[in-house]
């Protein structure tokens, strides 16, 4: 992954599309005191960089029936895989756990962990006792599950997709 070189207007555009990213591109340009194309052209630039890598619509959970939020530990079997520095086999827990992840829809994201587990997964759920069906009829069910650790989420107190975007500290 190479980091791509970005200027104060780079970050500012950046800023205010993660803040609103229905913005169109005549605002986007007023807010950066740049005329629309060169700023188009700043913003297809990040996209074709990957820096943008896509546009979506952040959708409340509790509204849609979504109240509990589990974060949950998990830890798979150990299985030889090789030296630590190879690449994963397509045929490893660790890979066939990753791609099961990827068909549970309560599952909206899945990070592989360093320290105790092996992952670290973000469940919504309606309740508790569809996260008890969730864990028993899937999680649990998983051949390479050898053990899980569940934490709930008692309140909201900070939640953002916001990155910081900020200059690097000059040398």
Same mark, same amino acid.
């Given at each position: ?10 970050? %500012?555009? /950046? ?17 950066? #005191? @740049? ?27 509790? %509204?849609?029936? @979504?109240? @509990? /939020?589990?974060?949950? #530990?998990?830890?798979?079997?150990? +299985?030889?895989?090789?030296?630590? #520095? =190879?690449?994963?086999?397509?045929? =490893? ?11 549970? *829809? ?6 592989? $962990? ?8 973000? &469940? +919504? &759920?309606?309740?508790?006792? +569809?996260?008890?069906?969730?864990? $028993?009829?899937? /999680? /649990?069910? +998983?051949? =390479?599950?050898?053990?899980? %650790? ?7 107190? %900070?939640? !953002? !997709?916001?990155? *910081? ?7």
């Amino acid at each position: 992954m190479s980091k791509i070189e970005l200027d104060k207007t780079d970050r %500012k555009i /950046l800023e205010i599309l993660q803040a609103d990213g229905r913005l169109s591109n005549q605002d986007v340009a007023e807010r950066v #005191n @740049l005329s629309p194309s060169p700023c188009l052209r700043r913003i297809k630039r990040l996209e074709e960089a990957g820096v943008i890598r896509q546009y979506v619509a952040l959708v409340d959970p509790d %509204k849609i029936g @979504l109240g @509990l /939020l589990a974060y949950v #530990n998990v830890r798979l079997e150990k +299985h030889s895989e090789g030296p630590a #520095n =190879s690449r994963v086999p397509a045929t =490893s827990p660790r890979f066939e756990f990753a791609q099961a992840v990827a068909a549970w *829809p309560e599952v909206v994201a899945c990070y592989a $962990m360093t320290g105790d587990m092996d992952f670290l997964l973000r &469940v +919504h &759920v309606e309740d508790m006792d +569809h996260f008890s069906r969730f864990m $028993m009829a899937t /999680l /649990l069910r +998983h051949p =390479s599950v050898l053990d899980v %650790k569940s934490s709930f989420a008692l309140q909201r107190i %900070k939640e !953002t !997709t916001a990155l *910081p975007i900020e200059a690097p500290p000059t040398r």
